[in-house]
């Protein structure tokens, strides 16, 4: 679409189209602001986009990012969405092997599965309790902290008073997460499942004393006030679908195809000039917010941009003929694969591929983890697939910097690809690429993205899915009212690198225009 003619001033121009970005296109439009958004791809819903990767094959995957937590439901009430998510029936399913024989770790279906299940794995109930206490408490805490992502940050003395509970406090702000799971488990495997929530898309030791590791956990288990991750109905695109036509209904432009390359303005006024096929224009505007990295917002306002923060994933999307059967006799496929399934994720693992990939080389043993959309929402398949049982995978892999791709993308790709894979395998009563459907060309329904292919599609400094380091939920030296302010102050910024970003939630969206509506 072609916006109207540059001579023309909008209260809000957005750069960039994803999420967040027409999050907040939607609410400032229904609030009677004229409203521009520029994306440079051919289609809005950044990384939160439902495609079919696989020739001649109609599945709609969740090409990047795949499940949603922390999305308030006060965002879909206030716009109107028709969008749902549908509950996980599992939690999760790690395999192991004691005693020479295969077995697994089942949480939930329900409590007591789950209780016999940890029983089962470990000899006694004191780990189940044990799972009991710690979750408890951080139960307690997402009920605190999640309301308060969409109001006025609170500074850390209102939050810390807010959570209530020092015991809480210590374990999560205050010292490594590694610490708190050490003191309340004492089986390798459960420590592992555990810690995985500080690890999604970070890189760092489960002792790091930079704490990053507890900013990635904290996010990982306060969504909806529960922690629980849910399956989005019809992918991730039915979101941003359903964002673009909340925006456009309620009067907001979307021009597609419109790169923005510069940001002026003088506090109050600003101008975006924007690059399309035919040429360049600009278009002026009272605010500009920027869905993009910190990084990107730099470089369109023509600073030195800050060192990028590495992403350190590797996200495989799969399409199966058949689920393939697992050696542990008492599992079944369907339950294993419904919620995430932990590969070589066990605590001594997860450091032990820490410590590879820190110093420069792949993890010998890759840890990831898998789930299957198909099993909680087959919309995402035509009929005819659905009918003949094909299923999806996605696979999030861990400890995998971008610094180990540097030298040779595509070769450490793949290599870790096959390796990821063959850990696996090792828990399978036939190998995943028996199971592999193939696409119009007779090749395997399978890709992989390294941080450095998500840089390169999605324009992700440095591949970091959060777009910078994930910070505290509380204000901090020079965040501003609502985390989302820069040196400007009509320039936003309402992505992922706002404070409280990250994840699909559309809270830096919500709050990049409260902010702008607060100003007037």
Not at 82 to 96: G, K, L
Not at 210 to 239: E, K, S
Not at 314 to 330: G, H, Q, S, Y
Not at 376 to 381: M, N, S
Request: glycine content about 10%; hydrophobic content about 40%.
């Amino acid at each position: 679409m072609t916006p109207p003619r540059a001579s023309r001033a909008y209260d809000a121009v957005i750069v960039g189209g994803g999420h967040n970005g027409l999050v907040a296109a939607a609410y400032l439009a229904r609030a009677g602001r004229s409203v521009l958004v520029l994306e440079r791809l051919g289609h809005t819903g950044g990384a939160a986009v439902s495609t079919r990767p696989f020739a001649g094959v109609d599945a709609r995957l969740s090409r990047y990012s795949y499940l949603v937590s922390l999305l308030p439901p006060k965002i879909v009430r206030d716009l109107g969405l028709d969008f749902r998510v549908r509950a996980r029936t599992v939690s999760s399913y790690t395999p192991a092997e004691r005693h020479g024989r295969p077995t697994g770790l089942l949480v939930g279906g329900d409590e007591r599965r789950t209780r016999e299940s940890f029983a089962a794995l470990t000899g006694a109930d004191r780990e189940y309790a044990a799972w009991q206490r710690f979750y408890g408490m951080t139960g307690h805490v997402a009920r605190r902290v999640f309301p308060t992502l969409t109001e006025p940050l609170p500074t850390r003395d209102e939050l810390r008073r807010r959570i209530d509970d020092e015991d809480a406090w210590r374990a999560l702000f205050e010292e490594p997460v590694g610490v708190a799971i050490e003191e309340h488990f004492a089986d390798d495997l459960v420590r592992g499942v555990a810690l995985t929530d500080a690890l999604i898309g970070t890189f760092a030791d489960a002792h790091d004393p930079t704490l990053r590791q507890n900013r990635c956990f904290l996010y990982h288990v306060i969504g909806g006030g529960t922690g629980a991750w849910d399956v989005p109905v019809g992918g991730m695109g039915a979101l941003t679908d359903a964002l673009a036509g909340a925006a456009r209904a309620a009067g907001a432009v979307l021009a597609t195809g419109h790169e923005a390359v510069r940001v002026d303005t003088d506090g109050t006024t600003a101008e975006v000039t924007y690059r399309t096929a035919d040429g360049e224009g600009v278009a002026a505007a009272r605010h500009v917010l920027v869905n993009a990295a910190p990084r990107e917002l730099a470089a369109l306002a023509g600073q030195a941009p800050p060192a990028p923060a590495e992403g350190a994933q590797l996200k495989v999307n799969m399409l199966l003929t058949r689920l393939p059967r697992l050696r542990d006799p008492a599992a079944d496929p369907r339950e294993a694969f419904a919620g995430t399934f932990h590969i070589a994720e066990g605590y001594e693992q997860l450091a032990a591929a820490y410590a590879d990939a820190a110093a420069g080389e792949p993890p010998a043993a890759p840890p990831s983890e898998i789930y299957c959309h198909s099993l909680t929402d087959p919309t995402i398949l035509a009929p005819d697939l659905a009918e003949r049982g094909l299923h999806t995978l996605t696979l999030f892999g861990l400890h995998t910097p971008a610094r180990l791709f540097a030298h040779d993308n595509d070769a450490v790709r793949d290599e870790l690809l096959k390796a990821t894979l063959a850990q696996l395998d090792a828990h399978l009563a036939e190998p995943l690429a028996d199971c592999l459907a193939t696409d119009a060309d007779g090749r395997p329904c399978i890709e992989a993205r390294s941080p450095l292919d998500l840089e390169r599609d999605l324009r992700l400094p440095g591949g970091n899915i959060f777009h910078r380091e994930l910070s505290w939920p509380h204000a901090a030296e020079g965040t501003g009212r609502w985390g989302v302010e820069t040196g400007q102050p009509n320039v936003l910024l309402c992505g992922a690198g706002a404070v409280r970003g990250g994840g699909v939630s559309g809270v830096p969206g919500h709050n990049a225009a409260m902010a702008v509506l607060e100003h007037g």
